[in-house]
């Protein structure tokens, strides 16, 4: 079956199965997740099928957005980019960062994704294309640019 192949056998040249180069991920790509141009050398497939089945399973640091409820009733929400025993620091939605204490902290959620799960919106079989594409996007398909 195509989809157990080891990655980088199907497609590219030599095959007329039509595969979309990296360069598409960075060009067309937008700022809102983390950068995918090489992904397929730094994650495994499970770990991509995962991210798009189920994005807040796993949150790479300074993606995801919590909630921090504070003492002074106020809310702050943001992404978490550094966690002491101390204090929090938090990307607010405008890029300013914003150190909270702990001990201001009344309540908080676990950081959730912004980036909806694709089995609402792909095939099964489209997802697996997908995860096949993200696989291939390693430094030697980069060069091949
Ligand atoms: C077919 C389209 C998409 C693909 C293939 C894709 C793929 C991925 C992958 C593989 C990761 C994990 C990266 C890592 O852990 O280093 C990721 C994370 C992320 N993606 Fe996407 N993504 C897609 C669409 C979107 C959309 C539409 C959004 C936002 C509206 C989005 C926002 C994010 C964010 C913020 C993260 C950071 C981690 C997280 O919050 O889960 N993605 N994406």
Redesign the pocket.
């Known amino acids: 079956m195509r989809e157990n192949r080891p990655s980088g056998s199907e497609g590219g040249a030599g095959s007329n199965i039509p595969v979309p180069t990296p360069i598409a991920i960075t060009k067309v790509g937008?700022t809102?997740?983390?950068n995918?141009e090489l992904?397929g050398s730094?994650?495994d497939r499970a770990?991509?099928l995962e991210?798009?089945l189920s994005?807040?399973a796993?949150?790479?640091s300074g993606?995801?957005i919590a909630t921090y409820s504070l003492r002074d009733k106020t809310d702050v929400a943001g992404s978490p980019l550094k966690e002491t025993p101390e204090a929090i620091t938090v990307r607010l939605p405008d890029g300013k960062e914003r150190v909270i204490p702990r001990s201001e902290i009344a309540n908080q959620t676990p950081p959730v994704?912004?980036?909806?799960p694709?089995l609402g919106i792909?095939k099964p079989r489209e997802v697996r294309d997908?995860v096949a594409f993200?696989a291939k996007l390693t430094p030697q398909a980069k060069k091949k640019d």
Do not use: A, D, H
């Not at 994704?113 to 909806?116: D, E």
């Open positions: 937008s809102v997740g983390p995918l992904i730094q994650r770990y991509l991210s798009l994005p807040s796993t949150i790479p993606y995801g994704s912004v980036m909806p694709m792909l997908v993200l």
